[in-house]
Every structure is written in structure tokens, then in C-alpha cells.
């Protein structure tokens, strides 16, 4: 059976007030959305991605004044980069309140909170009397969804409701911030870049959460966003003999490969720009993926801007 899908915002509001599961559109990637409050409704979540209830899920909401009554106090620092970068792709840890479920943090007494940029989904948190708990509505460990159709693939039945909102504008999933000792540490990069950052901090931020460290953001462990056949990163040219002998999917950034063992290629960007880069990259792979190659062979982006986020993401689908 299919879960329905549509831009009904009063039946994602029926489905998530029963305490069912709503997919959900953001700038970034679609989030699999219940109850911030009702750990029920949560549990829902790790069962349906199959996620390891160690690895916490990120809390969206409408405003600061709702934030408030769940997460915080907002240090002055956080506060300001919350009012220049949101509503949009910036992740925040905050003191959990009471009314976070430990169930959400995986015991942490932090909690991840953004006010998410698409339309949709803020009316519909608007009009919610709760935030909403949601990770990328993908099963543990595989490509994220920036299409409602990459939802539905994957979770057709599990679903109360796919609210569909287009194609994610950005592609790739949020930054996550987290002040230490004064200072803003990366934990994971994403849309809201380092050098967008470094504007309003007045220094660069570290990254300190780096792939296969002990994971601070779980969603750090390393084979992450792995597709269902190898993706091999490097020079493409040499990848290409390399692999001849096999059916290859390329995925390109800006120019085109010719090789006889090339079955489907993929370029992120004919014009070179990391931003169409970012919201392509979860696409391509999922196109790659079933499209009867054996092997992937991608080449990095340019690591500037939101060019760092998709790499990052490459490098763990390669792992
Ligand atoms: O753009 C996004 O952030 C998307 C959309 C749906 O908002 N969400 C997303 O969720 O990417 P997810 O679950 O795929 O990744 C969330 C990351 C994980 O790496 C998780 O470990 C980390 O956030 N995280 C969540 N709560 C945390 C906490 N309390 N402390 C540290 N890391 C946390
Ligand atoms: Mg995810």
C-alpha cells in the first residue's frame, strides 16, 4: 500500500495529532516527522528508519518562543546566528527541557532544534501545538530523500502521510552548531556554510566532529548515505581504466566523460556552481544507483561554500 501523498496540511495535522508519522518537506532533505512530546510517536520513527535509538533526532518548530518552552536558555552568541540563519539550514544544540522525551536526544541533555525554511512544513508546525521530531525520512544508512517520490520509494507503507513539497531547494541536510567554552564548533557541515558563519562570528569556526570519530552527532558514523552499489571516488579518468570492465555510472561535477563502459552519467553542475551541485547530489545517486551500472565513479566538488557539505557527504556514501 502507498501512503498518501499531497499538500494537505489539515491531514498532516490529523495524521501527527493521532500520533502517526508525516513526511515532511524542508529546504535540506525531507524529514520523517512525529511528536516532538509523545515518545510514542518517536519510537515510531527509529522503527520505521530502522535507527539506532543511540543516534537523536533533530527537533523542528515555528519560532524561538516555541523553542523556548522546550530547549534552552540561548546564549547570546546562538541566539544571534538563530536570527540571521533562520528560518533555514542551521541545526542547534540546546539544554533539553522537560518536555523533550530523553527517547529524542538518545539521553543527551542537549537537543537538536532548527526552524526550517519551506513553506509548507512552517505553516504546518505553525498550526501544530507541538514541534516535530524528525530525522531524513530514509532508512538507516542510505541515500537521502530530496523528492517526495524518494520517500515513497522507501517507505510507502510505514507512512501516515507524505506532505509534498517539491524538490528540496538546497539538497544538502542542515549545518549542526554547538558552542563549547565560548567558542562555535561544526558538528556537522551542511547548508549554512563555514565562511556564512565565520560573517556574523567574527572568526572561523572549527569543525570538530570529523568522519569516524567517536560520533558527537551519531549521524557522523562513517558509512553513511551508501548506495546500493560501490561508489568509488577520485580522478575520473584513471577510475575509468581502472574499472573498464565493468558497467559505470559517472557522477560528475561539471564536464562529461567518453568511455565505452560509461552505461549513465550524471554531472551536478554543467556550470561549475556548488549550489546546483548541493541539490542534485542525493538525486544523482539515487538515479545512479538503480540505474543497472555496477560500480559508481564520482569525482569531489570544489571544497568551498556549501561544496565542503557535499563532499562530506560523498566521502561517507564511499565508505
Ligand atoms: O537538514 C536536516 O538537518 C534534516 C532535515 C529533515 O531537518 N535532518 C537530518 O536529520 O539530517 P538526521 O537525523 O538525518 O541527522 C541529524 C543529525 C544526526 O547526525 C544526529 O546524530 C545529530 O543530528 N543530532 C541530533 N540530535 C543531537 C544531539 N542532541 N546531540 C548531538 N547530535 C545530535
Ligand atoms: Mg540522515
Same mark, same amino acid.
Given at each position: 500500500?502507498k501512503?498518501?501523498t499531497?499538500?494537505?496540511?489539515?491531514? *498532516?495535522?490529523?495524521?501527527?495529532?493521532? =500520533? #502517526?508519522?508525516? !513526511?515532511?518537506p524542508?529546504?535540506?532533505?525531507?524529514?520523517?516527522a512525529a +511528536?516532538?512530546f509523545d515518545?510514542e510517536?518517536?519510537?515510531?520513527?527509529?522503527e520505521?528508519k530502522k535507527?539506532?535509538?543511540f543516534?537523536?533526532?533533530?527537533v523542528h518548530?515555528?519560532?524561538?518562543?516555541?523553542i523556548?518552552?522546550?530547549?534552552?536558555?540561548?546564549?547570546?552568541?546562538l541566539?544571534?546566528?538563530a536570527?540571521?540563519?533562520w528560518?533555514?539550514?542551521?541545526?542547534i544544540?540546546?539544554?533539553r527541557?522537560?518536555?523533550?522525551h530523553?527517547?529524542?536526544?538518545a539521553d543527551?541533555p542537549m537537543?537538536a532544534?532548527?526552524?526550517?525554511?519551506?513553506?509548507?512544513t512552517?505553516?504546518l508546525l505553525?498550526?501544530?501545538?507541538f514541534?516535530?521530531?524528525?530525522?531524513s525520512?530514509?532508512l538507516?544508512?542510505t541515500?537521502s530523500?530530496?523528492?517526495?517520490?524518494?520517500?515513497?520509494?522507501q517507505?510507502?507503507e *510505514?507512512?501516515g502521510y507524505?506532505?509534498? =513539497? #517539491?524538490?528540496? !531547494?538546497?539538497g544538502?541536510e542542515?549545518t549542526?552548531i554547538?558552542?563549547? +567554552?565560548?567558542?562555535?564548533?561544526i558538528?556537522?557541515p551542511?547548508?549554512?556554510?563555514?565562511?556564512?558563519?565565520?560573517a556574523?562570528?567574527?572568526?572561523?569556526?572549527?569543525?570538530?566532529?570529523?568522519?569516524?570519530?567517536?560520533?558527537?552527532?551519531p549521524g557522523?558514523?562513517?558509512?553513511?548515505?551508501?548506495?546500493?552499489?560501490?561508489?568509488?571516488?577520485g580522478d575520473?579518468?584513471?577510475?575509468?581504466e581502472?574499472?573498464?570492465?565493468?558497467r559505470?555510472?559517472v557522477l560528475g561535477?561539471?564536464?562529461?566523460?567518453?568511455h565505452?563502459?560509461i552505461?549513465?552519467q550524471?554531472?551536478?553542475s554543467?556550470?561549475?556552481?556548488?549550489?546546483?551541485?548541493?541539490?542534485n547530489?542525493?538525486?544523482?545517486l539515487?538515479?545512479?544507483?538503480?540505474?543497472?551500472a555496477?560500480?559508481?565513479l564520482?569525482?569531489w566538488?570544489?571544497?568551498?561554500?556549501?561544496?565542503?557539505?557535499?563532499?562530506?557527504?560523498?566521502?561517507?556514501?564511499?565508505?
Open positions: 500500500m501512503a498518501g499531497g499538500a494537505d496540511i489539515q491531514h *498532516a495535522i490529523r495524521v501527527l495529532k493521532a =500520533g #502517526g508519522l508525516v !513526511a515532511i524542508t529546504e535540506t532533505v525531507y524529514g520523517l +511528536n516532538a515518545p510517536a518517536v519510537i515510531k520513527i527509529f520505521a535507527r539506532p535509538f543516534n537523536p533526532l533533530i518548530a515555528a519560532s524561538l518562543e516555541q523556548s518552552t522546550f530547549a534552552g536558555p540561548i546564549s547570546p552568541v541566539r544571534q546566528l536570527d540571521t540563519f528560518p533555514g539550514p542551521l541545526t544544540l540546546l539544554p527541557k522537560e518536555a523533550i530523553p527517547l529524542v536526544t543527551s537537543v532544534v532548527r526552524i526550517p525554511a519551506h513553506p509548507l512552517l505553516q505553525q498550526q501544530l501545538p514541534p516535530l521530531a524528525a530525522p525520512a530514509n538507516f544508512g541515500i530523500p530530496t523528492t517526495a517520490e524518494h520517500v515513497q520509494q517507505f510507502g *510505514a507512512l507524505i506532505l509534498d =513539497g #517539491g524538490q528540496a !531547494a538546497v544538502v542542515s549542526i554547538k558552542e563549547e +567554552n565560548g567558542k562555535i564548533n558538528l556537522r551542511g547548508g549554512i556554510t563555514q565562511e556564512q558563519l565565520a556574523v562570528l567574527g572568526y572561523v569556526p572549527e569543525r570538530t566532529v570529523k568522519v569516524q570519530d567517536q560520533p558527537e552527532a557522523m558514523l562513517k558509512s553513511h548515505y551508501a548506495p546500493k552499489i560501490p561508489l568509488v571516488m575520473i579518468s584513471d577510475l575509468l581502472k574499472h573498464h570492465d565493468k559505470i555510472a561535477f561539471s564536464r562529461k566523460y567518453a565505452d563502459a552505461i549513465v550524471y554531472q551536478l554543467a556550470s561549475g556552481d556548488v549550489h546546483e551541485a548541493a541539490k547530489v542525493f538525486s544523482a539515487h538515479t545512479l544507483e538503480d540505474s543497472g555496477e560500480i559508481i564520482g569525482e566538488v570544489p571544497s568551498e561554500g556549501i561544496g565542503v557539505a557535499i563532499n562530506d557527504r560523498l566521502e561517507r556514501a564511499s565508505a
